[in-house]
């Protein structure tokens, strides 16, 4: 009999290659099938194990075959020191359809093949879009729902240079199960910069000024502006950017209120900042300035009828997004003095058309979305959306992902072991299932030692979905479209956190996964209440199963498994160890749980070979084996 295995396997090795780090092989693994889509229609197609194509649409590059590939200098390499180098047929072909930083280039230049196509068409972007693995674009580029179903299942990654990602269908993404991703944090500061600069160039009307002097005047009286210090400025969206435009502007001597539903109230205190209703804010505002995001509930959320609400001699500046101005109400409220001045980099339509009032009025202060425009700026996010893409297409869970769960890194790295468990105690349950109604209801039970809100299991979640839906569905369940597959499928998911007496280094101490109305192949699987029920729990980083109904069993979830119940006496290893030495059948590991001795026992096997129908009949035959069931993890 083999001895254990000390690697967890992947579920895909087929798949996917394994990493330099055995112990890691597993983690990566299902990390890495949770950001594929593998669908020629929308979450449709399963997995094709076809090795030999050489187009691998479903595939990742393997995650640590690196290869000295005489074309790449070593001085490239020194500079990306965690991308590994791929075969040139394995490689994935990255599109760039707008302008990005030369830094970000070269690295994806290292990992991948890069089709730098600028300026394309809708009707060329469909065209291109699928024979490509990754997409990353600007502002300029409309990733629609015509250019997810045109990538035929292929495209797994959209990378958006910024922050903003309004020109992409996210829902589409999510059902095509492609991953977006964005660069939120490089231009940052720049944009915050860019933002302080509109509001002292409008407050001293620097423009207006610039241009009447290069017009040969000299009009002093005319342009007399307004002090800043003491003035109330209004922060409509304490995102980053927002909360760094508060910070100086309280160095420039302003009172800084803000507005944002889903700000936590202690980093605007940190700042200095008090957190007011949508409604006070506008109505007290001397200085407004907007870094909200632009969605239905914000579209045009500047209109008419809130302007009206403004004190009157507001200014206002915008370089977040154009559409949450209605931009002809902003022009009636700048005629009718509501509105003092304006300074826009942000508009509805870009560029806007040249004869546009709003662009040619002489209190409006007006920029080509330059938010984001500065060295530092463009170099940091093209190699902070370069690196997100790469990571994506290696399968890392990327924490700037906006159409997954937003899970922070540490996080990330922390629950990795229990993503693992997670899936395979999903797999599990479903083939302890048997037909009939279906599956509807599922309950998750989380036991740690820590507060019930410490713990994310978000991502937990998502994976037990994808155990349980995959291998009774023809979809495909990744990182992305979890959720909405599960809602799709009918399935009602529930989740409990329960505080036990365990280790507090470690976040999970078990996951128990039960399937309430159903009916069980292996009736040891159901428990009390009637429900089939297990439990897991990880050790030395492998995921094991702890608990079968009411048995008690520790089993290495690794390879193949059969589960016997049978009567607690002698020799019944030997025997079904015998029958399976037969048949050529290697075991890994046996264990048994019992409750009662010499009353009944549930045996674990572990096989590295899947038996035929022959080798499990025989062992159904074994007189005290009163149940068994063959399971493919």
């Not at 007399?224 to 210090?229: A, D, E, L």
């Not at 800084?256 to 980093?267: G, K, L, S, T």
């Not at 006070?280 to 009206?308: E, G, R, V, W, Y």
Request: with cysteine; proline share 4%.
């Amino acid at each position: 009999m083999a001895s254990s295995s000390t690697t967890t396997k992947s579920l895909l090795s087929s798949t996917f290659s394994a990493s330099k780090s055995s112990s890691s092989t597993a983690t990566k693994a299902s990390l890495l099938s949770f950001l594929r889509s593998t669908s020629a229609t929308p979450i449709s197609r399963k997995l094709s194990h076809s090795h030999n194509s050489r187009h691998h649409y479903y595939s990742v590059s393997p995650i640590r075959n690196v290869l000295k590939i005489a074309t790449e200098s070593e001085t490239s390499l020194s500079k990306y020191p965690d991308v590994d180098l791929v075969s040139s047929d394995s490689k994935q072909t990255i599109l760039v359809s707008e302008k990005l930083g030369s830094a970000g280039i070269e690295l994806l230049k290292v990992f991948g093949d890069v089709d730098c196509s600028y300026n394309l068409s809708p009707e060329q972007l469909c065209e291109k879009i699928s024979t490509c693995d990754a997409l990353i674009v600007r502002s300029g580029t409309k990733v629609t729902r015509e250019v997810f179903e045109a990538a035929k299942g292929r495209l797994k990654v959209v990378g958006r240079a910024g922050v903003g990602i309004d020109n992409v269908d996210l829902q589409a993404a999510t059902e095509f199960g492609c991953l977006v991703v964005n660069a939120p944090t490089a231009n940052t500061i720049a944009a915050a910069e860019h933002g302080i600069a509109l509001l002292a160039a409008m407050a001293r009307n620097v423009s207006q000024a610039d241009a009447s002097m290069k017009s040969g005047k000299w009009e002093r009286n005319k342009y007399v502006g307004v002090s800043m210090v003491g003035k109330t400025v209004a922060v409509m969206g304490f995102g980053k950017v927002g909360s760094e435009v508060a910070r100086r502007a309280k160095g420039l001597g302003m009172n800084v209120i803000a507005h944002d539903p889903y700000a936590p109230a202690d980093r605007a205190r940190a700042i200095g900042v008090e957190l007011v209703s949508f409604e006070q804010a506008i109505a007290t505002a001397d200085f407004i300035s907007l870094h909200m995001p632009l969605t239905p509930t914000t579209s045009k959320i500047f209109n008419d009828q809130t302007f009206s609400m403004m004190k009157k001699g507001v200014r206002i500046v915008n370089v977040a997004r154009g559409g949450v101005i209605d931009e002809d109400a902003l022009v009636r409220a700048l005629d009718s003095g509501i509105v003092a001045q304006a300074a826009l980099d942000v508009f509805t339509e870009e560029p806007p058309p040249t004869d546009s009032k709003l662009i040619q009025h002489h209190n409006v202060t007006v920029t080509p979305h330059l938010g984001a425009s500065t060295k530092e700026a463009q170099e940091g996010v093209a190699i902070e959306i370069a690196e997100a893409v790469v990571g994506a297409l290696k399968g890392e869970l990327s924490a700037t992902a906006v159409n997954a769960p937003m899970v922070p890194a540490e996080v990330l790295s922390e629950l990795a072991p229990y993503v693992v468990l997670a899936e395979k105690l999903g797999r599990l349950a479903v083939q302890l299932v048997a037909g009939g109604s279906g599956i509807k209801s599922i309950k998750v039970t989380y036991r740690s030692a820590r507060d019930p809100d410490d713990l994310d299991t978000r991502i937990l979640r998502a994976m037990i979905t994808k155990g349980i839906i995959e291998p009774i569905s023809a979809s495909f369940v990744n990182l992305v479209n979890a959720d909405f597959t599960a809602r799709q499928k009918g399935l009602r998911i529930s989740e409990e956190r329960v505080v036990v007496d365990a280790n507090p280094e470690f976040p999970v101490d078990s996951i128990q996964v039960q399937i309430s109305n159903v009916d069980s192949k292996f009736a040891s699987a159901v428990s009390e209440n009637g429900e089939v029920s297990i439990e897991g729990k990880v050790k030395f980083g492998i995921p094991h199963l702890t608990c079968l109904g009411s048995f008690g069993v520790d089993v290495s979830l690794e390879g193949n498994l059969i589960l016997c119940r049978q009567v607690d006496q002698p020799g019944m290893i030997g025997k079904v160890g015998n029958i399976l030495g037969k048949q050529n059948v290697n075991v890994s590991f046996m264990s048994v749980g019992r409750t009662v001795r010499r009353n009944k026992a549930i045996m674990a096997i572990g096989v590295d070979e899947e038996p035929n129908k022959d080798t499990l009949n025989k062992i159904g035959q074994v007189p005290a084996i009163e149940e068994f069931v063959f399971l493919k993890l």
